[in-house]
């Protein structure tokens, strides 16, 4: 064995002292690493199922007053956030699935760890991940000179693709079918705002292009704005209209907001890490670390892991999205939204307009997801109401039939749950636990586990818990 021994005086006994070679002392140093980051590190999905907010303001703690308007209500449906397995855990295996393999499809340079790029049509002077490489393989080279948006086929953008393709197959299948059906119309905004029309899978990174998605954190809409957020970018959120449900106007700040990331940061992979993680804290990473790119900046620990995985989550959609027969998914595109806005001067229900003109009530749902209550909001303003195409003329015509309506008066109890946003948000703070903030606000731990979908004692601080009993 290669080992040095030496003798030393402790109070005047000798004591031998083994010194190991470089190799052996390794060996422990390693042992302790990995029992350090099993005890530490986040579990597989545990930052996808606590997920910061999408935007760069950060959703209101707990302890200060926030506005009954950002509480989710009855229509809404929790945002799904769940990502695949993280590199070197158990990944599902499907069987049954006839979609071939990544793996077998897209080949990784097996030297130097090269991935195949692609620049983007309207960059001038690409980071430096867009620059191709003299060994990229010139195949997936080729394919990817067709899309307008920065891919980079790595180890983080397969195991997403995999993910989507045999994880949650006929989930993601759901999103590109619900997202044909506002296409047209994000096309067309995003080119008036010159953007690169593959950014529209964005919108399934973020919701799946659902007007009624929302997060822990508050955000709503098909683009997961925060509500001021939202309201810096023109949108209108109160009691009883989210503009940020709006299909078109959203989109149409969305588009602004990326615009404004793209001309502060000058690459789409910094601008959609900005969009996931906020500005400032992109800023200050590429500060911290002296780097000029995304590649560089998800190598440190000054960006979450959540944003690191956010931009190969979009490349992986991407991908699927552009070429879906690929991977197995159905190309049925749904209805185009169409309507005709039929001006309405006083408060009335979707069931009375339903009841009186024959629209069904689901239609009027579908078409007008930014109204909270079902319901035109009260006021003497005009509202301009989403109907089916041909519709508006009866709409107006019968418009007098139509019962007004009276919103209920908010019941005292749900008044004070309003006032006190601690009875349905917390963020978590550092020393936190199940078990604490279930004697705190009194809620079984096994409820706070059901809401949060934690499948781990583990919490986080800085992020956000549902608090219901």
Do not use: C
Request: charged share 20%; net charge neutral; proline share 8%.
């Amino acid at each position: 064995m290669n080992m040095l021994n030496l003798t030393a005086q402790t109070e005047g006994r000798p004591v031998s002292i083994t010194l190991f070679s470089r190799a052996q002392a390794a060996l422990p140093i390693g042992l302790f690493l990995g029992l350090w980051v099993s005890l530490f590190a986040p579990l597989p999905g545990q930052a996808a199922t606590l997920s910061a907010p999408a935007t760069v303001e950060a959703a209101p703690l707990l302890d200060e007053p926030a506005a009954a308007i950002d509480d989710p209500d009855d229509n809404l449906v929790p945002l799904d956030t769940e990502g695949p397995a993280t590199e070197g855990s158990t990944h599902p295996t499907a069987t049954t699935s006839n979609v071939p393999r990544t793996e077998d499809l897209f080949h990784q340079n097996p030297a130097g760890n090269s991935p195949a790029t692609a620049r983007f049509s309207d960059a001038l002077n690409p980071p430096a991940e867009l620059a191709l490489t003299e060994d990229s393989p010139k195949s997936a080279t080729a394919e990817y000179a067709a899309y307008d948006m920065p891919i980079v086929m790595d180890s983080s953008v397969q195991a997403h693709i995999r993910y989507f393709n045999t994880g949650i197959h006929d989930r993601f299948e759901q999103w590109l079918f619900r997202l044909s059906r506002y296409r047209p119309l994000v096309d067309k905004i995003f080119s008036e705002f010159h953007l690169p029309s593959d950014l529209v899978y964005l919108s399934l990174v973020e919701s799946g292009f659902n007007p009624y998605a929302y997060s822990r954190a508050k955000a709503t809409g098909p683009w997961q704005f925060m509500q001021a957020t939202a309201k810096a970018y023109g949108l209108r959120v109160d009691n009883y209209v989210d503009e940020r449900r709006d299909p078109i106007k959203s989109t149409v700040a969305a588009a602004r907001y990326l615009r404004d990331l793209y001309d502060l940061f000058g690459a789409w992979p910094l601008a959609m890490a900005a969009y996931n993680a906020g500005e400032g804290k992109v800023m200050r990473a590429l500060h911290t670390a002296q780097a000029e790119s995304f590649s560089e900046i998800s190598q440190t620990r000054l960006i979450r892991r959540e944003t690191k995985e956010y931009v190969p989550r979009f490349m992986a959609a991407t991908i699927i999205a552009r070429n879906p027969g690929r991977y197995g998914f159905t190309q049925e595109a749904a209805e185009p939204h169409q309507f005709d806005e039929a001006i309405i001067t006083r408060t009335v229900h979707f069931r009375a307009i339903s009841n009186v003109t024959g629209i069904p009530y689901e239609e009027l749902r579908l078409l007008n997801p930014e109204l909270r209550r079902d319901a035109t909001p009260p006021g003497n303003e005009t509202y301009h109401l989403k109907v089916p195409v041909g519709m508006k003329a009866k709409v107006e015509e019968l418009q007098d039939r139509i019962p007004a309506y009276a919103f209920p008066r908010i019941p005292e109890k749900t008044q004070l749950v309003a006032a006190r946003p601690s009875s349905r948000w917390y963020r978590i703070r550092a020393g936190d636990t199940l078990v604490k903030v279930s004697k705190r606000f009194r809620v079984p731990v096994k409820t706070l586990k059901t809401k949060n979908n934690l499948s781990s004692p583990t919490l986080r601080p800085g992020e956000f818990l549902v608090i219901s009993r």
